[in-house]
């Protein structure tokens, strides 16, 4: 790791330590680009969290749900380190921290926190990276890192995230390699766990929304993270309020960005 002082810092106030990844998980996320973290969030946590999603999805999506185009049907939410102190937990736990220490390598930062309520019928999304942006070379696949939090069970039918593993090492986008990135890929797995697992991936790792053919709505969230000198997905100075900044500790307030 490259770690600046500050960032072993805010790693150690935070209980993050490079041993809570054990030897086989370190080699698993390097080489097939995901990680399952199970048991993150409690069944109390999950409650929590699924009423206040539904509350703020009601508040904020009251003209209907999202229409473009890779998230067409589903109900979206942003800036969610904003609107309620609860979800600090989904930039707070160790372990996620430690994983994504080890993928970035580098002084990284909190870059957006979002949710993605899949509606029964909708959730169909192309394969493809969330770091779309060119590389320096040799920083292929340690740019950014992000983690799913699965707030409702994952299973084969209610709109599991798809993941082609290893494909954060192509050095490829889906677009340039695939004729139809919403068709199946031969080397696909879907993301099959129980609620309160955390699944941390490699931001170069193919990946998308499949769609939920369940009766009931798949919810999960985002947590994003990108190196120190990149641009956040979310502003976090110009998107937190003065009340959210006082409210966190300094580790946060360095790991948002807003000091
Ligand atoms: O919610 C999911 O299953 C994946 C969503 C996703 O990859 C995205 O919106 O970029």
């Not at 998230?71 to 430690?98: H, W």
């Not at 957006?112 to 899949?118: C, H």
Request: some cysteine; hydrophobic content about 35%; aromatic content about 6%.
């Amino acid at each position: 790791m490259d770690f600046s002082k500050k960032m072993n810092q805010v790693l150690a106030d935070l209980c993050v330590t490079p041993n809570l990844l054990t030897e086989d998980e370190q080699i698993f996320l390097d080489e097939q680009g995901y990680l399952l973290i199970r048991d993150v969030l409690s069944p109390h946590q999950l409650k929590t969290f699924t009423s206040r999603l539904d509350e703020l999805v009601k508040l904020e999506n009251e003209n209907g749900a999202n229409i473009d185009p890779m998230n067409e049907g589903s109900k979206m939410l942003d800036n969610l380190i904003d609107k309620d102190p609860i979800f600090k937990i989904c930039i707070t736990k160790p372990k996620v921290l430690a994983a994504i220490s080890h993928v970035i390598q580098k002084d990284f930062k909190h870059s957006s926190l979002n949710s993605r309520e899949v509606l029964p019928g909708t959730g169909n999304q192309k394969l493809h990276e969330d770091y779309g942006k060119p590389v320096k070379p040799g920083g292929y696949g340690r740019v950014a890192c992000n983690s799913i939090w699965l707030i409702d069970d994952f299973n084969k039918t209610n709109g599991a995230t798809r993941i082609v593993p290893g494909s954060h090492k192509k050095e490829k986008k889906p677009r340039e390699i695939m004729d139809d990135t919403y068709a199946m890929h031969p080397d696909q797995i879907q993301l099959i766990a129980p609620a309160g697992t955390v699944v941390v991936f490699n931001a170069h790792l193919w990946h998308g929304g499949t769609k939920n053919e369940s009766k009931l709505s798949r919810h999960a969230m985002h947590s994003y993270f990108c190196q120190r000198e990149d641009e956040q997905q979310t502003n976090q100075r110009e998107n937190l309020s003065p009340e959210t900044i006082n409210q966190l500790s300094s580790s946060l307030r360095w790991l948002l960005d807003v000091d």
